[in-house]
Every structure is written in C-alpha cells, then in structure tokens.
C-alpha cells in the first residue's frame, strides 16, 4: 500500500513552476506561459492577464503548459469577463495533452477563443470584429 503523505509535507512542497513571459508588439500582446498552473501561482496569472486586457488584446500562448489545475481555468475565465467588459479580447493558443483535454472537458474550448496554433490567435486577435 502506498504511503499517505502527512499534512506537513504538503505544506512543504514547493509551489509549481510557472514562468510568465509578455512580449508587447504594435499588435496584441503575446503572453508566453510555461510550466504548470495551479493554486500556488494562478492568482499571479490572472492578474496579468486582467491588466493586460484593459490595454488591448491578449494571446495566451500555452504550449509549454505541462499542467492547469480548475485555478488555472478560473484565471482564463476572469480574463475572458474582464476582456469582454474592456472592449478587447483574450484568445488562447496551443494548449496540447492534458491541458487541451481539460479544455474539452470543462467545454471552455467552445466558451473561450482557443486556436490550434500561436499563428490563427494573433490572425483572430488582429481581426477587425476583433473583440470576443
């Protein structure tokens, strides 16, 4: 039988890697997420985000996202809500493996603007009827 870790080895595991990179262009910003997402630093993504789409439209590119806990999708869905009430928008991009899988699971693939690749997020965030 597998071992049960104690509480206090929980709270000593150390928080998920997560690397946020935002590359400002003429067009929208391009936010590059590696690593996984989960409670320990989804709070510090959404509030990226949700600065970001007060400025314009934003392209999340996750295809170095290993993992997205239901804290990473909140993130995503704030910042669709915050993008729609500023006038701009958030698309996604990339999302492979599990992360695409639960994109499926939860449905948000129809509910928020998601693309195959980096590429169709920028064409549709360019788009003049832009605004998702």
Not at 43 to 55: E, I, T, Y
Not at 62 to 71: A, C, K, P, R, Y
Request: charged share 20%; glycine share 8%; proline share 4%.
């Amino acid at each position: 039988m597998p071992e049960v870790p104690d509480m206090q080895s929980l709270e000593d595991a150390e928080p998920a890697k997560l690397q946020i990179r935002v590359q400002n262009t003429q067009g929208p910003a391009v936010v590059r997420v590696t690593g996984e997402i989960d409670l320990s630093n989804a709070a510090r993504l959404q509030d990226q985000l949700s600065l970001l789409v007060g400025q314009g439209h934003v392209v999340v590119d996750l295809s170095e996202v290993t993992f997205i806990d239901s804290t990473g999708l909140t993130a995503f869905i704030v910042g669709h809500r915050r993008a729609a009430a500023a006038g701009t928008g958030l698309h996604l991009a990339g999302a492979t493996g599990t992360v695409q899988r639960l994109l499926e699971l939860t449905q948000l693939d129809r509910h928020l603007d998601h693309h195959s690749a980096l590429a169709g997020a920028l064409e549709a965030a360019e788009a003049p009827d832009a605004a998702v």
